[in-house]
């Protein structure tokens, strides 16, 4: 996962490699919530989302924002079973 988060933080120069390093990102950040329930792993996957919803919406890549929406509403299903058990 540090390679990813490196990849991510380096300037953009592919977009291609960007994107996918970000949705492995946003797989790994959900699988690391359902271990840990981490309220900064949550947040981070947010931030996450939030890029890839803005990437989508400049390249109207429809593809990619479902899948980007698709971590969201898993990111909001999780949150609401953690805010249930809390």
Known sequence: MEILEQINEEEIIRHELSIVVLLNLCELLLKEIHISEDQH?????????????????????FLLLAETLWFKAQLVSINRNFQEVV
């Open 41 to 61: 792993v949550m947040e981070e996957l947010q931030l996450l989302i939030d890029k890839l919803i803005e990437i989508a919406t400049n390249q109207k890549s």
